[in-house]
Nanobody, 116 residues
Framework: QVQLVESGGGLVEPGESLRLSCAASGNIFSFSSASTMAWYRQAPGKRRELVAQITPGSGTMYADSVKGRFTISRNYANFYLQMNSLKPEDTAVYFC?????????WGQGTQVTVSS
């Protein structure tokens, strides 16, 4: 089993930055080389949406709404979401997610609030 724990959320003003982290623990042997890692978010009253994804080969993809502002990266069994130029519409609970051998793992979520 693998556990994912997010950190780094908080309250910021529009235009500011935050860096989310997701730490994997448990059975993480080959976790980094075999897992697609991603960040999702869910705003109140909305469906959970994919924000960014990074593959075992370090290929990345981003939702159109965050392209040029967010960057996903990974380091062994940990992965990150650097969020710059934050907007009020980025307010949501952010979840880290990983898939290894068709098994899905989710973190518990961390709140990001962008407000003046």
């Amino acid at each position: 089993q693998v556990q994912l724990v997010e950190s780094g959320g908080g309250l910021v003003e529009p235009g500011e930055s935050l860096r989310l982290s997701c730490a994997a623990s448990g059975n993480i042997f080959s976790f980094s080389s075999a897992s697609t890692m991603a960040w999702y978010r869910q705003a109140p009253g909305k469906r959970r949406e994919l924000v960014a994804q990074i593959t075992p080969g370090s290929g990345t993809m981003y939702a159109d709404s965050v392209k040029g502002r967010f960057t996903i990266s990974r380091n062994y069994a940990n992965f990150y979401l650097q969020m710059n130029s934050l907007k009020p519409e980025d307010t949501a609970v952010y979840f880290c997610h990983a898939v290894r051998n068709m098994v899905n793992y989710w973190g518990q979520g961390t709140q990001v609030t962008v407000s003046s």
